[in-house]
């Protein structure tokens, strides 16, 4: 990702948006090529819990709202990232409404050992500068999870040493070889939508190098996850 990352600014800024909508945008359209889907839902984080009242309590206060995109195969991938943006922008308006309240609210049959209306979350961390102690060399690095409240989370991290995607999923429901394949396929999808113009979703397509070794869900099915399993794969370079 470290090459990909500068790479995103120019398209990001020819279009008026941020490079997480950039990021964003290829997710969803890694989700609609991988489940052959056009509605769509992932998790995104906001840190608007504090603007809800939380502003005393020590802790992660963040609210993960789920944002529902359709995808349409003949929209220009510009249009769809612009789409992508706005409904980003929509739902931050409502970032201080937390993502059990929206549960609350709505009909829906809960499902044991499943998480409700979020499955898979996108989130980038805040750059942060390097840690500076008198005599002590220090350096930032992603650290795995034993334990993930998501199915399957993609964590963008600016660290000093570069650019970093991790990849937390349930080893229940994804096979180790998966997640490095879909990585793959994620970054050349978002080199695309780097390209420019003329691009329909349509022709965002997987290439058949990417495509090899995936499987969506590990055999067992979704009736054996633990919840507290959990594993990282993490890309850097």
């Keep these: 990702p470290d090459a990909l990352w500068p790479q995103l600014r120019a398209p990001a800024r020819a279009q008026g948006v941020t490079r997480f909508s950039l990021l964003l945008a290829g997710y969803f359209l890694l989700l609609h090529r991988l489940t052959g889907q056009c509605d769509l839902v992932c998790g995104i984080p906001f840190a608007g819990a504090a603007r809800g009242g939380g502003a005393r309590v020590v802790g992660d206060t963040d609210n993960t709202l789920p944002l529902r995109i359709r995808v349409e195969p003949e929209e220009h991938l ?5 789409r992508v943006h706005d409904a980003m922008r929509e739902a931050a ?26 499955e898979s979350i996108l989130s980038l961390n ?5 840690l500076r102690f008198d005599g002590v060399d220090c350096r930032m690095r992603a650290m795995p999870h034993q334990a993930a409240a ?5 964590q963008w991290r600016p660290l000093s040493g570069g650019t970093v995607l991790e990849v937390q999923y349930h080893s229940d429901l994804y096979f180790p070889a998966t997640i490095p ?3 793959a396929a994620y970054l050349g999808l978002l080199a695309r939508i780097a390209q420019g113009d003329g691009v329909r979703v349509a022709d965002a397509r997987l290439d058949t190098a990417d495509r090899e070794g995936f499987s969506l869900v590990d055999d067992r099915g979704r009736d054996h996850v633990d919840a507290n399993k959990a594993r990282s794969a993490t890309i850097e370079r």
């Design 78 to 82: 510009r249009d769809f990232v612009r």
């Design 93 to 118: 308006l409502h970032q201080d409404v937390s993502l059990g309240r929206i549960v609350r609210a709505l009909p829906l049959t809960r499902e044991p050992g499943r998480l409700m209306l979020v």
């Design 126 to 130: 805040p750059a942060i500068e390097r």
């Design 150 to 154: 998501w199915e399957l989370a993609w």
């Design 181 to 183: 394949a879909w990585c």
